[in-house]
């Protein structure tokens, strides 16, 4: 019978080699610990030993973690034929698009994410695609009104030949298939002069600045005239209303919230909360997807999978907060030079994390269901405000003042699959109403971003909200389709990828030091102590940076003052860090193969690790700090989205970044060291280990001699004056390390 046939399995699956070498790694880690607390206890106090042991000691807990994360990895599947044969209703989606600025998010690409999503294979009248553009720009929206007339041939040419990619730039990347009908052929012809009169269109747009004043097609761009991008009122464009037609579009809505210089905007979670207001007085779906406006749609099937989850059984559904996506690249560079493909992290982690309380949210790619968004806890069918169920007048007082926002609230906790439609979407009412709850003062005194919606108080927005919905005891499911439900684009520039990883780790930081630490997550709410592990895993990054750096600069200190902080040839224990070093890149080694990645993939990765510790994650602590002191607000800085392919991909590439400035310095000290102790070859007292991780770091930084060899070349060379200030950190640290010679 089709009806008891479940909607989705889990499956465990066998890792016991891994976790073999995982055990192995955490003995030879703590037989480390244990080594130089004995050491110290015989031998009295000393600097070297103790900082050894203190980096030493944080890298077993962080394997602790580890350990515990990956011990149980899962596997989801999921059957969208077994629910289409259920013949339930399906529930209304809301799919939010966030695009922040023009130049870095150039809107062709926000025009092929809302283009794919729009041809998803869901029924079209339940869908509802609202785009937030916070750089208030006439260009995306006159792109995206481009983008609908060109959608009306584009969606119906995907569903007739049920076309995978539905992102046009990427679909017209490669040549129709061969053995086509003529009728194929000819209409694939139409749809790509089409699609690329669109793309001349909205680069003529880019290029010529059009009046903005003026009319373009019939639209009234006056709105976008004279007004400043962080000041100006809310713009709400319904862009075309889906009439309950499963043939017609979805409905598309372009969205551009109030901004003021006297309100804090909140970046990208203030805009999710706008939008999950202006949808809920709009279309109030029950469910909503939000994907980055650089992630298209890849597998068309996706929503139904995700409501597999959800429909499965109404006891198990019940507290399942949300449905993830892994987020996956296209065009990945060639053996993952910058080292942010994710791929062990999302093979080895994720699917440990999913067998716990389930992923954590990565902030595209995700179905939330609105009413947990809302603040719901689970197993309660009615709302409920601080779990308890709470009249219209609480719900005012926490959600706001707008009365038909809080009306459509109270619709979305008893989750009604429409949505709430008061006669006709796209009234005046509605649209007053969504400007409304649109405004920028309109938070204030509520409990948005604190108790309801995207959260406030870390640029890591996504991993906060997760953990406020995993306190409250709601699961989350991850479900890895193939083909991946969603492609985004990774950046292609060194400068682009640190960039990215300081601003998390700065984020990760602002949630660790914060209220919602999820040790009290564990002590006085819901959140499962494994999951609580898995988060701190990833919440400690930064403070790995410190001790990374410090067991970074060991090795110098010691080859500079001939002395040594590992065991020495003649110690039987010298066979502990040797065998780490070999089990330790071994079960690397091994990862990726099972993955499918090549060893100079691993080697790649593995690097990269180093230098987004020591140059990114170090700057990420920096602007942490100066938080915390209250000194500065962290920013949230705009990854830059490349568009086409650059000649140098993979090359590494510089700039002033003071990022830079700390990983030279580390090259510099490697190589006074190596020398140093090559010049007393023979007249020294054996360093071996401590020549070989000099060596090591070297090597993982031998990109930055490249750049540095390649000064005055452009962007391939180091400028000259990271040059010098690292050449003086160098000096510094060898007159330091002279100075306690000579005490
Ligand atoms: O003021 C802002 C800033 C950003 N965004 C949007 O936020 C999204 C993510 O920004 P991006 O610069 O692409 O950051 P990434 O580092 O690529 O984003 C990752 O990390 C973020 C948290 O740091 C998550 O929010 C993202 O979903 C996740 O993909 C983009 O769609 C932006 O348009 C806004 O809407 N308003
Ligand atoms: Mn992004």
Redesign the pocket.
């Known amino acids: 019978m089709a009806k008891s046939l479940p909607l989705y399995e889990k499956t465990n699956i066998k890792r016991s080699t891994q976790r073999v070498l995982d055990i192995t790694i955490f003995i030879l880690l703590v037989s480390l610990d244990g080594y130089r607390v004995l050491l110290i206890y015989n031998h009295g106090f000393s600097y070297l030993q103790t900082i050894a042991f203190l980096c030493e000691f944080w890298f077993s807990f962080v394997w602790f973690l580890a350990i515990i994360i990956k011990w149980n990895p899962v596997h989801y599947e999921t059957y969208p034929q077994r629910l289409l044969k259920r013949e339930v209703e399906l529930p209304a989606v809301d799919i939010f698009?966030?695009?922040?600025?023009p130049v870095?998010?150039p809107p062709i690409i926000t025009v092929n994410t809302v283009l794919s999503l729009m041809a998803l294979d869901y029924p079209s009248n339940k869908l509802g695609c609202y785009v937030?553009d916070?750089g208030c720009s006439s260009l995306t929206l006159y792109a995206l009104k481009e983008a609908l007339k060109f959608g009306k041939i584009w969606v119906p040419f995907c569903k007739k030949y049920e076309i995978q990619v539905r992102a046009p730039f990427r679909y017209f990347s490669s040549p129709p298939h061969l053995h086509t009908s003529a009728e194929f052929r000819n209409d694939w012809q139409m749809v790509k002069v089409e699609y690329e009169k669109l793309e001349a269109n909205i680069k003529e747009a880019e290029e010529n600045k059009f009046g903005l004043e003026e009319e373009v097609d019939g639209m009234d761009m006056a709105d976008f005239c004279n007004l400043h991008t962080k000041n100006h009122p809310t713009i709400i464009k319904m862009l075309w209303e889906n009439k309950d037609d499963l043939d017609e579009l979805p409905h598309l809505i372009y969205v551009s919230r109030e901004k003021s210089f006297k309100h804090h905007?909140y970046?990208?979670a203030?805009?999710m909360n706008v939008l999950t207001r202006v949808s809920g007085v709009l279309t109030n779906a029950p469910y909503i997807l939000n994907v980055?406006?650089?992630?298209f749609m890849n597998n068309p099937q996706v929503v139904l999978h995700a409501m597999c989850v959800f429909f499965n059984s109404e006891d198990d559904f019940e507290d399942i907060g949300y449905v993830q996506t892994p987020?996956c690249f296209y065009d990945g560079l060639k053996d993952d030079p910058y080292g942010n493909q994710l791929v062990i992290v999302y093979e080895y982690f994720t699917r440990g994390i999913m067998g716990l309380q389930g992923p954590i949210y990565?902030?595209?790619g995700c179905f939330h269901r609105r009413k947990v968004l809302y603040g719901q806890f689970p197993h309660y069918t009615t709302n409920s405000v601080d779990g308890r169920k709470a009249s219209e007048q609480e719900i005012i007082k926490s959600f706001g003042y707008s009365k038909a926002f809080a009306k459509s609230a109270i619709y979305a906790f008893e989750e009604t699959t429409f949505g709430y439609l008061p006669e006709g979407l796209f009234n005046n009412n509605n649209l007053e109403a969504a400007i409304q709850v649109a405004g920028c003062g309109y938070e204030i005194g509520t409990t948005w971003g604190s108790k309801i919606g995207w959260m406030y108080g870390s640029?890591?927005?996504?991993i906060l909200t997760s953990l406020v919905i995993h306190r409250k005891g709601w699961r989350s499911i991850y479900i890895a389709l193939n083909p991946p439900a969603f492609l985004?684009c990774a950046p292609s520039q060194l400068v682009t990828s640190l960039t990215?990883q300081k601003?998390?780790v700065t984020?990760l930081l602002e949630i660790l030091f914060s209220k919602h630490c999820p040790i009290f997550g564990t002590l006085f709410e819901n959140l499962q102590w494994k999951q609580c592990a898995a988060y701190l895993w990833i919440l400690t990054w930064g403070i790995r940076s410190i001790l990374e750096l410090s067991y970074a600069l060991l090795p110098p200190y010691c080859l500079i003052t001939n002395t040594s902080f590992f065991p020495t040839m003649e110690e039987r224990a010298i066979f502990i860090p040797i065998s780490l070093f070999i089990v330790y890149n071994f079960q690397q080694l091994l990862q990726y193969k099972e993955t499918g990645q090549s060893v100079r993939a691993w080697w790649n990765n593995q690097r990269m690790g180093r230098i987004n510790t020591i140059c990114a994650w170090l700057f990420g602590v920096g602007n942490a700090v100066l938080k915390l002191l209250g000194v500065r607000e962290t920013v949230?800085?705009?990854?830059k989205?490349e568009t086409y392919c650059e000649v140098d991909l993979g090359h590494f590439t510089f700039d002033e970044s003071p990022m830079f400035v700390t990983g030279t310095t580390i090259l510099l000290l490697q190589l006074i060291a190596l020398l140093t102790s090559f010049i007393r070859l023979g007249r020294s007292r054996s360093a071996v280990l401590e020549v070989i991780c000099s060596l090591w770091l070297f090597l993982c930084f031998w990109p930055f001699l490249k750049g540095i060899l390649m000064f005055g070349k452009g962007r391939y060379g180091l400028p000259f004056s990271t040059i010098y200030k690292s050449a003086i950190l160098t000096l510094l640290f060898v007159l330091l390390c002279l100075r306690t010679t000579v005490n």
């Open positions: 698009v966030t695009t922040a600025d870095l998010e937030s916070d905007h970046y990208k203030g805009a980055d406006c650089d992630m987020p990565s902030g595209s640029t890591c927005e996504d985004g990215q601003r998390w984020g949230f800085e705009v990854t989205k």
